[in-house]
């Protein structure tokens, strides 16, 4: 969609990836600078190209359609330029990749302070990055469509295979009966000669034509022509020449119907020109029943932005941003505290030399001026009037009342906590600091909840990473996916709560195939998956065989017989069994225990 606000989750993954996704544009930002002032060579722009592309990656994972986009004209006009040899377009594209790098963090700032992403705002600088790469150039349609269009989001489900062989078997000789009828209008109308009465005849025929469809997605095609032909019979649409063009494309798509049948629209819908041509309905000024069905039912006032929207968004990235305000507000409230220390020192040593506050003057004066300039006019008033109270002190030269200088520090603390809030808000007027009322307070509340609740998903989702790395580097090794199943677990609950169904069926598929993962492990290798019973059974089998293995005392292991395999006892029982071998003792020499003696003393 070309404008849509971005709801909690949106938000909350926003800010996770909003301080990475800043040092990757500072970084790009580095590498084209260096480049621009001669400082390195091509290889910057490549640099910076793959901080782009590693930029409008996470942008697309946080469904910020326009920023990805923008991003992604950039990367693929570094990648140009580096390879580029003529001077004229190297600078056209230098100059309009400069103008996209300062104007892209700004267009984030406004998104992560509860703006829209209204991707028509960035049209001419998208086009602007085309041209130098001598690319066509965006229309408004292509950026209302970014996301996914109203056509796709109303798409009926495809039949099953070999389902959609038998729909509308007797659609191919009407259409072949009407294309004569529709081209000879539709090159009437484009030569504008009697274009009312061209206009009457293609409605006609797209008419009939939707009587006909038997399939969904055909009589939609032909539902939504017929209302864009209505609203230009009734003056609602400017017969421009991209429109005709598009309308020209519908002329392929009849000759597709008449070539394979109705089942060739189905199981191939014209996706793209069927979004284009509502793209115009939500244009249309006509107020036509035609007109206002379709807007109903492919909910098309949500997708077309307001031009007063457009506009504002569009000034709000020519003029300064949000972090800009925010650091010369930091910089006011230095000079501010500083002014405070100052009367502080002096009220602490006795409230003598007043001379000594006329540096603080300049410092007053110097910090009006700013607030006049960005348009603080009732800031300026305070600190001026303070200025001139303090001016007073120093012209007496004798010590002033304490309840003056109070009242000095105390306008000056009220312009310090004013600041930040007054600079947001004249860069962003609907903004407020804090909720008044008891809605801004409950989505307040909620917002909180939800960011705690994807605090937690957010550790599960970087334990079951750590357990998918742990299975890359160890793949026989299945036991980490064991532990997957309940973070998994929570995380679902966790986004069930919060009514995240998309998210959630991604969840799901994670679990499947962490699930078909195991399967495959423990058909494959038992011992793996049930390490435990391996162990289990191997130990009592070791003992069993232990027990056979190993006689008892007064046995001999080694006495058979060889008309049995029964172990014979050992005729000497005794308390310390002697060796034996195969049932005789051995020699005295043999058994006899070492020396306890040591070394030196048995060779004496």
Request: net charge positive.
């Amino acid at each position: 969609m070309a404008t849509h606000a971005i709801n909690d989750l949106a938000t909350h993954a926003f800010e996770l990836v909003n301080k990475e996704l800043a040092s990757t544009l500072d970084a790009a930002r580095a590498q084209l600078e260096e480049y621009v002032d001669g400082r390195a060579g091509a290889d910057a722009l490549l640099r910076t190209a793959e901080h782009l592309h590693a930029a409008r990656g996470a942008l697309k994972i946080v469904e910020i359609h326009g920023a990805a986009l923008l991003a992604e004209e950039m990367e693929h006009t570094c990648r140009r330029l580096a390879e580029a040899k003529d001077e004229q377009k190297s600078e056209q594209g230098i100059e309009a990749l400069t103008r996209a790098m300062v104007q892209l963090p700004a267009y984030l700032e406004r998104l992560l302070g509860g703006g829209k992403d209204v991707a028509l705002a960035l049209l001419p600088l998208l086009n602007d990055l085309r041209q130098a790469r001598d690319k066509p150039s965006l229309s408004e349609g292509t950026l209302v469509l970014l996301n996914s269009g109203p056509f796709e989001r109303n798409l009926p489900p495809r039949p099953a295979a070999g389902g959609g062989a038998d729909i509308g078997r007797g659609f191919e000789k009407v259409a072949q009966r009407l294309r004569p009828a529709f081209q000879a209008a539709l090159l009437s109308w484009i030569k504008n000669a009697e274009p009312a009465r061209s206009l009457d005849e293609l409605l006609r025929v797209c008419t009939n034509l939707e009587r006909a469809a038997a399939s969904e997605q055909v009589k939609q095609l032909w539902t939504v022509m017929a209302g864009v032909l209505t609203a230009i019979r009734g003056g609602g649409l400017e017969a421009s020449v991209t429109l005709k063009r598009l309308i020209g494309q519908v002329d392929r798509q009849l000759k597709r119907l008449i070539d394979g049948g109705e089942s060739a629209l189905v199981n191939a819908p014209p996706v793209d020109l069927i979004n284009s041509l509502l793209y115009y309905v939500a244009r249309a000024s006509s107020q036509d029943p035609r007109i206002e069905a379709l807007r109903k039912q492919y909910n098309l006032g949500e997708v077309l932005p307001g031009q007063v929207q457009i506009e504002q968004a569009r000034e709000g990235l020519a003029g300064p941003s949000v972090k800009l305000m925010r650091t010369v507000a930091q910089a006011i409230k230095e000079d501010l505290g500083t002014v405070k220390d100052a009367l502080d020192i002096f009220v602490r040593t006795g409230m003598n030399g007043a001379d000594r506050l006329s540096p603080q003057l300049d410092m007053l004066k110097k910090i009006g001026d700013t607030l006049g300039v960005l348009g603080l006019d009732k800031a300026r008033g305070q600190i001026q009037r303070e200025a001139q109270d303090l001016a007073a002190i120093v012209t007496n030269g004798r010590p002033p009342e304490r309840t003056v200088l109070e009242k000095i520090a105390a306008t000056l603390l009220d312009v310090e906590d004013t600041l930040d809030r007054e600079l947001v808000r004249a860069v962003m007027p609907g903004y407020e600091a804090e909720p008044s009322d008891a809605a801004g307070a409950l989505d307040t509340q909620q917002r909180k909840v939800t960011q705690a609740v994807m605090g937690e998903c957010t550790v599960n989702l970087a334990k079951v990473k750590e357990a998918v790395i742990q299975l890359v580097e160890n793949p026989a090794d299945t036991r980490p996916l064991e532990q997957v199943k309940p973070q998994l677990r929570g995380i679902t609950a966790g986004l069930l709560m919060l009514d995240k169904t998309k998210a959630v069926t991604v969840v799901e598929r994670i679990g499947a195939v962490v699930g078909s993962r195991l399967a495959v492990a423990r058909s494959s290798s038992p011992s793996i998956s049930n390490g435990w019973q391996t162990r289990s059974s191997a130990s009592s089998t070791t003992s069993r065989r232990s027990a056979l293995a190993v006689p008892t005392r007064g046995t001999c292991s080694t006495t058979r017989t060889a008309a049995s395999t029964s172990w014979k006892p050992c005729p000497w029982r005794s308390r310390r069994r002697p060796p034996c071998r195969g049932g005789r003792r051995l020699p005295r020499r043999a058994r006899r225990p070492r020396s306890r003696r040591p070394l030196h003393r048995r060779r004496a």
